[in-house]
Protein backbone atom coordinates (compact mmCIF):
# COMPACT_ATOMS: atom_id res chain seq x y z
CA UNK A 1 0.00 0.00 0.00
CA UNK A 2 0.85 3.56 -0.80
CA UNK A 3 1.81 5.96 1.85
CA UNK A 4 2.99 9.24 1.96
CA UNK A 5 4.61 11.00 4.89
CA UNK A 6 5.35 14.37 5.02
CA UNK A 7 6.82 16.55 7.60
CA UNK A 8 7.19 18.88 9.51
CA UNK A 9 2.86 19.32 9.90
CA UNK A 10 3.69 22.75 11.13
CA UNK A 11 6.07 24.83 10.41
CA UNK A 12 6.30 28.87 11.84
CA UNK A 13 9.22 30.76 9.99
CA UNK A 14 9.90 34.31 9.88
CA UNK A 15 9.77 36.41 6.85
CA UNK A 16 13.40 36.70 4.98
CA UNK A 17 14.00 32.80 6.29
CA UNK A 18 14.58 29.26 4.59
CA UNK A 19 13.49 26.16 5.16
CA UNK A 20 12.18 23.02 3.29
CA UNK A 21 9.53 20.62 3.71
CA UNK A 22 9.84 16.84 3.01
CA UNK A 23 8.08 13.85 1.38
CA UNK A 24 8.85 10.66 1.51
CA UNK A 25 7.00 7.95 -0.01
CA UNK A 26 6.64 4.27 0.00
CA UNK A 27 6.63 2.85 -3.12
CA UNK A 28 7.54 3.62 -6.67
CA UNK A 29 5.41 6.40 -8.23
CA UNK A 30 6.24 7.91 -11.41
CA UNK A 31 4.77 11.91 -10.77
CA UNK A 32 4.87 13.68 -7.38
CA UNK A 33 2.13 16.61 -7.19
CA UNK A 34 2.57 19.56 -4.54
CA UNK A 35 -0.53 21.71 -3.61
CA UNK A 36 -1.08 24.87 -1.90
CA UNK A 37 -4.11 25.12 0.34
CA UNK A 38 -5.17 28.76 1.50
CA UNK A 39 -7.75 28.39 4.55
CA UNK A 40 -11.35 27.66 3.37
CA UNK A 41 -10.33 27.23 -0.07
CA UNK A 42 -9.46 24.17 -2.52
CA UNK A 43 -6.23 22.60 -3.89
CA UNK A 44 -4.16 24.84 -6.34
CA UNK A 45 -1.96 23.02 -8.07
CA UNK A 46 1.87 24.10 -7.67
CA UNK A 47 4.14 21.69 -9.87
CA UNK A 48 4.52 18.56 -10.94
CA UNK A 49 7.52 16.09 -10.89
CA UNK A 50 7.88 13.87 -13.09
CA UNK A 51 11.42 11.98 -13.49
CA UNK A 52 14.18 11.36 -10.88
CA UNK A 53 16.11 14.30 -10.76
CA UNK A 54 13.15 17.01 -11.96
CA UNK A 55 13.61 19.81 -10.42
CA UNK A 56 11.09 23.17 -10.59
CA UNK A 57 10.66 26.48 -9.83
CA UNK A 58 8.58 29.22 -9.15
CA UNK A 59 9.44 32.50 -7.39
CA UNK A 60 10.42 31.69 -3.77
CA UNK A 61 9.25 28.18 -4.21
CA UNK A 62 11.79 25.31 -5.82
CA UNK A 63 10.64 21.04 -5.79
CA UNK A 64 12.36 18.62 -6.55
CA UNK A 65 12.23 14.83 -6.78
CA UNK A 66 14.59 12.06 -5.76
CA UNK A 67 12.67 8.57 -7.13
CA UNK A 68 15.60 6.51 -5.70
CA UNK A 69 15.48 8.28 -2.43
CA UNK A 70 11.41 7.97 -3.08
CA UNK A 71 12.26 11.85 -1.68
CA UNK A 72 10.59 15.13 -2.83
CA UNK A 73 11.41 18.67 -1.05
CA UNK A 74 9.45 21.44 -1.04
CA UNK A 75 11.99 24.61 -0.60
CA UNK A 76 11.07 27.96 0.65
CA UNK A 77 13.84 30.84 0.00
CA UNK A 78 12.73 34.36 1.74
CA UNK A 79 9.41 33.55 3.11
CA UNK A 80 7.00 36.45 2.63
CA UNK A 81 3.72 36.16 4.76
CA UNK A 82 2.18 35.52 1.62
CA UNK A 83 3.46 31.68 1.47
CA UNK A 84 1.25 31.38 4.64
CA UNK A 85 -0.65 28.19 3.42
CA UNK A 86 -0.99 24.35 3.89
CA UNK A 87 0.95 22.63 1.47
CA UNK A 88 0.73 19.19 0.24
CA UNK A 89 2.70 16.76 -1.39
CA UNK A 90 0.60 14.21 -3.00
CA UNK A 91 1.50 10.77 -5.33
CA UNK A 92 0.20 9.16 -8.15
CA UNK A 93 -1.28 5.72 -7.09
CA UNK A 94 -1.67 3.02 -9.45
CA UNK A 95 -2.95 2.84 -13.14
CA UNK A 96 -6.62 4.65 -11.90
CA UNK A 97 -4.15 7.91 -11.59
CA UNK A 98 -5.31 8.92 -7.82
CA UNK A 99 -3.84 10.56 -5.80
CA UNK A 100 -2.22 9.79 -2.05
CA UNK A 101 -1.75 12.88 -0.31
CA UNK A 102 0.69 13.39 2.21
CA UNK A 103 -0.76 14.95 5.89
CA UNK A 104 0.04 18.53 5.01
CA UNK A 105 2.40 21.07 6.29
CA UNK A 106 0.71 24.27 7.99
CA UNK A 107 3.08 26.89 7.21
CA UNK A 108 2.67 30.29 8.90
CA UNK A 109 5.14 33.00 7.95
CA UNK A 110 5.39 35.68 10.71
CA UNK A 111 6.19 38.98 9.97
CA UNK B 1 -12.97 28.62 -19.11
CA UNK B 2 -15.25 27.19 -16.60
CA UNK B 3 -13.03 25.53 -13.34
CA UNK B 4 -14.80 22.67 -11.68
CA UNK B 5 -17.94 23.17 -10.01
CA UNK B 6 -19.24 21.73 -6.64
CA UNK B 7 -22.73 22.21 -5.01
CA UNK B 8 -23.92 22.73 -2.62
CA UNK B 9 -21.03 25.03 -1.09
CA UNK B 10 -22.10 23.99 2.73
CA UNK B 11 -24.40 21.36 3.58
CA UNK B 12 -25.70 20.78 6.68
CA UNK B 13 -27.76 17.54 8.19
CA UNK B 14 -29.00 16.08 10.55
CA UNK B 15 -27.73 12.53 11.77
CA UNK B 16 -29.55 9.48 9.56
CA UNK B 17 -30.39 11.59 6.98
CA UNK B 18 -29.62 11.16 3.03
CA UNK B 19 -27.10 13.77 1.34
CA UNK B 20 -26.40 14.29 -2.14
CA UNK B 21 -23.38 16.10 -3.65
CA UNK B 22 -22.98 17.19 -6.81
CA UNK B 23 -19.55 17.72 -9.18
CA UNK B 24 -19.70 19.45 -12.61
CA UNK B 25 -15.99 18.73 -14.13
CA UNK B 26 -14.15 20.88 -16.61
CA UNK B 27 -15.79 20.33 -19.88
CA UNK B 28 -14.00 17.61 -21.89
CA UNK B 29 -12.49 15.93 -18.64
CA UNK B 30 -13.42 12.35 -19.05
CA UNK B 31 -11.78 11.42 -15.62
CA UNK B 32 -13.36 12.70 -12.25
CA UNK B 33 -11.93 11.79 -9.12
CA UNK B 34 -13.99 12.22 -5.44
CA UNK B 35 -11.41 12.60 -2.11
CA UNK B 36 -12.54 13.97 1.09
CA UNK B 37 -10.52 16.13 3.73
CA UNK B 38 -10.99 16.06 7.31
CA UNK B 39 -9.63 16.50 10.47
CA UNK B 40 -8.43 12.76 11.62
CA UNK B 41 -8.18 11.49 8.28
CA UNK B 42 -6.50 13.69 6.23
CA UNK B 43 -7.26 13.92 2.41
CA UNK B 44 -8.14 10.80 0.74
CA UNK B 45 -9.51 9.13 -2.26
CA UNK B 46 -13.05 7.87 -2.13
CA UNK B 47 -14.06 7.02 -5.77
CA UNK B 48 -12.51 7.43 -9.54
CA UNK B 49 -14.85 7.72 -12.95
CA UNK B 50 -13.36 7.06 -16.33
CA UNK B 51 -16.36 8.43 -18.70
CA UNK B 52 -19.69 6.65 -16.84
CA UNK B 53 -17.72 3.84 -15.21
CA UNK B 54 -16.00 3.38 -11.89
CA UNK B 55 -12.89 1.17 -11.78
CA UNK B 56 -11.98 1.91 -8.93
CA UNK B 57 -14.65 2.91 -5.44
CA UNK B 58 -11.67 1.56 -3.12
CA UNK B 59 -11.53 4.49 -1.28
CA UNK B 60 -15.72 4.69 -0.55
CA UNK B 61 -15.29 3.52 3.50
CA UNK B 62 -18.68 2.24 3.29
CA UNK B 63 -21.47 0.99 1.67
CA UNK B 64 -23.50 3.75 2.92
CA UNK B 65 -21.50 5.86 -0.02
CA UNK B 66 -22.34 5.72 -3.28
CA UNK B 67 -21.96 7.60 -6.92
CA UNK B 68 -22.70 7.59 -9.94
CA UNK B 69 -22.04 9.89 -13.11
CA UNK B 70 -23.98 10.50 -16.17
CA UNK B 71 -23.40 11.46 -19.54
CA UNK B 72 -19.58 11.03 -19.00
CA UNK B 73 -20.29 14.65 -17.29
CA UNK B 74 -21.96 15.18 -13.85
CA UNK B 75 -21.48 13.23 -11.00
CA UNK B 76 -23.27 12.96 -7.83
CA UNK B 77 -21.86 11.06 -4.26
CA UNK B 78 -24.92 10.23 -2.15
CA UNK B 79 -24.33 9.90 1.32
CA UNK B 80 -27.21 7.63 3.04
CA UNK B 81 -28.20 7.44 6.88
CA UNK B 82 -25.45 10.05 7.38
CA UNK B 83 -23.34 9.82 10.50
CA UNK B 84 -21.38 12.36 12.64
CA UNK B 85 -17.87 10.97 11.44
CA UNK B 86 -19.28 11.72 7.70
CA UNK B 87 -18.58 15.61 8.21
CA UNK B 88 -15.66 16.36 6.07
CA UNK B 89 -14.98 18.62 3.32
CA UNK B 90 -15.76 16.45 -0.03
CA UNK B 91 -13.14 17.86 -2.71
CA UNK B 92 -14.19 17.04 -6.80
CA UNK B 93 -11.21 16.93 -9.36
CA UNK B 94 -11.05 16.01 -12.78
CA UNK B 95 -8.61 15.43 -15.62
CA UNK B 96 -7.64 14.65 -19.12
CA UNK B 97 -6.65 11.22 -19.77
CA UNK B 98 -2.87 12.17 -20.66
CA UNK B 99 -0.84 9.50 -19.35
CA UNK B 100 2.05 11.97 -19.36
CA UNK B 101 0.62 14.81 -17.42
CA UNK B 102 -2.06 13.74 -15.73
CA UNK B 103 -3.16 17.24 -13.96
CA UNK B 104 -6.03 16.98 -11.33
CA UNK B 105 -8.11 20.04 -11.25
CA UNK B 106 -9.81 20.45 -8.05
CA UNK B 107 -13.12 22.63 -7.24
CA UNK B 108 -13.93 24.50 -4.40
CA UNK B 109 -15.75 21.19 -1.70
CA UNK B 110 -18.75 21.04 -0.13
CA UNK B 111 -18.06 21.35 3.88
CA UNK B 112 -20.70 18.59 5.01
CA UNK B 113 -21.37 19.04 8.64
CA UNK B 114 -23.65 16.11 10.19
CA UNK B 115 -25.30 17.05 13.66
Known amino acids: ELKVEQNPLFLSMQEGKNYTIYCNYS?????LYWYRQDPGKSLESLFV?????AVKQEGRLMASLDTKARLSTLHITAAVHDLSATYFCAVVGGATNKLIFGTGTLLAVQP | GAGVSQSPSNKVTEKGKDVELRCDPI?????LYWYRQSLGQGLEFLIYFQGNSAPDKSGLPSDRFSAERTGGSVSTLTIQRTQQEDSAVYLC?????????????FGPGTRLTVL
Open chain 2, 93 to 105: ASSLRDYQYNEQF
Open chain 2, 27 to 31: SGHTA
Open chain 1, 27 to 31: TTSDR
Open chain 1, 49 to 53: LLSNG
